[in-house]
């Protein structure tokens, strides 16, 4: 039994994260179902345990609780539910793994989950609208993450096309406005609180893309001054001194290439080879 564990998560450990997450959640599901049926048989009360993990408005459970912002994100109602959201989550966090790394993936489902928890939580506690209900109401699902994956590439790379079957190409930027402004319209009907938290988790996706291209930028040029005054240092030093290194001169020229098309154009004008590039001028 040991060795068969081993050799399961030997094979979990060499999948992408995307699939990870993909895996966890669907664990997740079947294991809580299979509790749910185990305590049905044996009339045994689970009910009360397990919503401990989803994430209330209840000021008072949520102090107890203080888990749930995060354990609400892995839990579906239902097969339906968790699927629809996992095949958004691979489809689109495909193209988010192809622009950006893994680290940014982790940091936007799970922050984006917890920031649509938050907002979930204000609103019905501090709306006078919803106020009535914060005492009995929950929400659980990978919703606000997986809005926040969408929202955070379709920021990244606004004008990438998604193809759908029967009806074509669909850039990036008109899926992220549907998916935001079909939230935004149904907070009046049914589910109030899941749109909410699903508004909350682009959120997060939209400031933390616009956060990181400012970031990227004043890194590279913090680092490309820095490179640039020192050379001209070297330069007028001794010829016995200097050693002038061709590869790295050329480099800086291409840096500084970005930087100016940064400055005429702004930073989305960049095409994938120098976004990379300036990327990973950031991280030296």
Same mark, same amino acid.
């Given at each position: 039994?040991?060795? @068969?564990? =081993? %050799? /399961?998560?030997?094979?979990? *450990?060499?999948? #992408?994260? +995307?699939?990870?997450?993909?895996?966890? !959640?669907? @664990?997740? =599901? %079947? /294991?809580?179902?299979?509790? *749910?049926?185990? #305590?049905? +048989?044996?009339?045994?009360?689970?009910? !009360?345990? @397990?919503?401990?993990?989803?994430?209330?408005?209840? *000021?008072?459970?949520?102090?107890?609780?203080?888990?749930?912002?995060?354990?609400? @994100?892995?839990?579906?109602?239902?097969?339906?539910?968790?699927?629809?959201?996992?095949?958004?989550?691979?489809?689109?966090?495909?193209?988010?793994?192809?622009h950006l790394?893994?680290?940014?993936?982790?940091?936007?489902?799970?922050?984006?989950?917890?920031?649509?928890?938050?907002?979930?939580?204000?609103?019905?506690?501090?709306?006078?609208?919803?106020?009535?209900?914060?005492?009995?109401?929950?929400?659980?699902?990978?919703?606000?993450?997986?809005?926040?994956?969408?929202?955070?590439?379709?920021?990244?790379?606004?004008?990438?096309?998604i193809f759908?079957?029967?009806?074509g190409n669909?850039?990036?930027?008109?899926?992220?406005?549907?998916?935001?402004?079909?939230?935004?319209?149904?907070?009046?009907?049914?589910?109030?609180?899941?749109?909410?938290?699903?508004?909350?988790?682009?959120?997060?996706?939209?400031?933390?893309?616009?956060?990181?291209?400012?970031?990227?930028?004043?890194?590279?040029?913090?680092?490309?001054?820095?490179?640039?005054?020192?050379?001209?240092?070297?330069?007028?030093?001794?010829?016995?001194?200097?050693?002038?290194?061709?590869?790295?001169?050329?480099?800086?020229?291409?840096?500084?290439?970005?930087?100016?098309?940064?400055?005429?154009?702004?930073?989305?004008?960049?095409?994938?080879?120098?976004?990379?590039?300036?990327?990973?001028?950031?991280?030296?």
């Amino acid at each position: 039994m040991k060795k @068969i564990l =081993f %050799i /399961i998560i030997k094979e979990f *450990k060499k999948k #992408s994260i +995307l699939h990870q997450i993909i895996y966890i !959640n669907f @664990i997740i =599901f %079947i /294991i809580l179902n299979l509790i *749910k049926v185990i #305590s049905f +048989l044996s009339e045994f009360e689970i009910e !009360n345990t @397990i919503n401990k993990l989803y994430l209330t408005t209840n *000021k008072d459970d949520l102090i107890s609780q203080p888990w749930s912002f995060f354990t609400y @994100i892995f839990i579906h109602n239902d097969i339906i539910h968790l699927t629809v959201n996992m095949l958004w989550l691979y489809f689109i966090g495909k193209v988010f793994l192809y622009h950006l790394t893994s680290k940014q993936f982790l940091i936007t489902y799970f922050l984006g989950g917890i920031s649509g928890g938050l907002l979930y939580v204000i609103a019905y506690n501090y709306t006078p609208a919803l106020e009535i209900f914060a005492k009995n109401s929950s929400v659980i699902g990978a919703s606000a993450s997986v809005l926040a994956i969408i929202i955070a590439i379709a920021t990244y790379k606004p004008n990438y096309n998604i193809f759908f079957q029967f009806i074509g190409n669909i850039k990036l930027k008109y899926i992220a406005i549907i998916c935001v402004l079909l939230d935004l319209i149904n907070i009046p009907e049914k589910n109030t609180g899941g749109h909410i938290t699903h508004l909350g988790g682009a959120f997060f996706g939209y400031l933390y893309i616009k956060q990181l291209n400012i970031r990227l930028f004043n890194l590279s040029f913090k680092n490309i001054f820095k490179k640039n005054f020192k050379s001209k240092k070297e330069y007028h030093r001794s010829k016995n001194d200097y050693i002038f290194n061709k590869e790295k001169a050329e480099h800086s020229k291409k840096i500084d290439k970005i930087l100016e098309k940064i400055s005429n154009s702004g930073y989305d004008s960049l095409n994938k080879e120098e976004k990379n590039l300036l990327f990973k001028e950031s991280n030296k």
